[in-house]
């Protein structure tokens, strides 16, 4: 027996029986209509997903998703994207959990009632990095996390604090130069309008032997910025600046999305004059995807 159609007919005839099974049935339950759709699926690109080994369908995974500005279609997107993911790979993962780590409370999606069940149940972890207390009483690895939320005035003191402790806890030299890695790129992030040397200043280190400017040095003309160092050279100096500030943020945006831009996109990264790539460095931090990189770009170009 064909039930569902049988259903749809039912259903067709008289759609306020769904709301005899269900109570209480909304205000409006007289007017509405039965219908048979299709979801046409969308692309969905899931930016952190924490696989457990292979268990024979017994282990967890973990969708994490990093918030750092306001999103009123956010749970919508996450939970949408991660029912699918695990339903498409149910017979390798027991259960789903989901971590939404956001700078602060009041950038939280407003309308949270059609989501209360998972909002308020076990699946769902909401964390506020402005409310897990001082950065200093923190262990390491989540300080880093605190430290990018931390107004300009505030950072540069608690990383120079950062770079002290980590010094005192006797990691080894591979996690430790790790951890000095995103801290300086976490201050990149922050002032991108200084030189290497200002920046070394402000954290009391040389930045010469780290990752982000060894690879800003490999990509970017350093020839220009030496020139513009050289005395009545102020206009080399700056294009020397605005060739590193291009080449470290087209690297840091490829390592955040995985995947080499196109031509048309270097481009027109690269034709952003110096004031328009500070601001891209700040924003890129808050990008979810390659779509966000190319709406920033459409309303300042």
């Keep these: 027996m064909r039930r569902d159609s049988i259903f749809y007919r039912i259903f067709q005839q008289q759609p306020t029986l769904l709301f005899e099974l269900v109570t209480p049935p909304p205000a409006n339950s007289g007017s ?14 899931i930016d952190g ?3 457990p080994p292979e268990t024979d369908g017994t282990g967890t995974i973990y969708f994490c998703e990093v918030q750092f500005q306001r999103d009123e279609r956010l749970y919508e997107r996450l939970f949408s994207e991660s029912l699918l993911y695990f339903y498409r790979n149910r017979d390798y993962y027991g259960d789903w959990q989901a971590v939404v780590i956001y700078s602060s409370r009041n950038i939280e999606q407003t309308a949270l009632h059609p989501h209360r069940s998972l909002l308020n149940g076990e699946q769902v ?15 390491l690895g ?7 939320t931390l107004q300009d005035n505030q950072a540069p003191e608690e990383a120079r604090y950062l770079l002290t402790r980590l010094r005192q806890e006797n990691l080894d030299p591979e996690s430790g130069q790790a951890i000095i ?5 976490i201050m990149v992030y922050k002032f991108t309008f200084l030189s290497r040397v200002e920046v070394e200043s402000m954290l009391g280190i040389s930045l010469q032997e780290t990752r982000v400017y060894q690879e800003a040095k490999e990509e970017g003309r350093q020839e220009g910025r030496q020139e513009g160092r ?4 102020q ?24 995947q080499e831009f196109s031509e048309e996109m270097q481009s027109r990264i690269s034709e952003l004059p110096l004031p328009l790539l500070e601001q891209l460095g700040e924003a890129l931090l808050d990008f979810t995807s390659l779509t966000d990189l190319q709406t920033w770009l459409g309303t300042h170009l």
Excluded: H, N
């Design 32 to 45: 509405y209509r039965f219908d048979s759709v299709a979801v046409k699926e969308s692309r969905f690109e």
């Design 181 to 185: 890695e995103l801290i300086t790129t």
């Design 230 to 233: 050289q005395e009545g050279r």
């Design 125 to 139: 972890y909401r964390i506020y990095l402005d409310e897990l207390g001082p950065i200093r009483q923190l262990p």
């Design 142 to 148: 989540i300080a880093l996390m605190v430290l990018t």
């Design 49 to 51: 997903v924490f696989l």
């Design 235 to 258: 206009e080399g100096r700056q294009e020397g600046r605005q060739e590193e500030a291009t080449a470290l943020i087209t690297r840091q945006l490829t390592r955040r999305f995985g």
